[in-house]
Nanobody, 118 residues
């Protein structure tokens, strides 16, 4: 089992910045990717940013150039630096770790709320 604990959410005005952090109890030996998803009220959960085992990063188009994902292997943490925040970034942000072969398990954190006011 892997426990993921998010922190760093809060309320900020448009144009502001926040940094979310995800602390993993351990990194699976077969980690495929780890990153952040979000879910706004009445909307489906969507991928925001992930980083693969090999270090490849992928971003939601609407956050490219504003958000940066980073990983600290020594601390088992994954951070999401969010700049130039917009009201449409308001959502609950979830950390997710995805295992590859042979287990293919998915782990999710409990989520952290981000509110961006205009």
């Amino acid at each position: 089992q892997v426990q993921l604990v998010e922190s760093g959410g809060g309320s900020v005005q448009a144009g502001g910045s926040l940094t979310l952090s995800c602390a993993a109890s351990r990194m699976p030996f077969n980690l495929n990717s780890i990153g952040w998803h979000r879910q706004a009220p009445g909307k489906q959960r969507e991928l925001v940013a992930i980083i693969s085992y090999g270090g490849t990063k992928k971003y939601l188009a609407s956050v490219k150039g504003r958000f940066t994902i980073s990983r600290d292997n020594a601390k088992n943490t994954v951070d999401l630096q969010m700049n130039m925040l917009k009201p449409e970034d308001t959502a609950v942000y979830y950390c997710r770790a995805e295992e590859g072969w042979p287990t293919f398990r998915d782990y999710w954190g409990q989520g952290t709320q981000v509110v961006v006011s205009s």
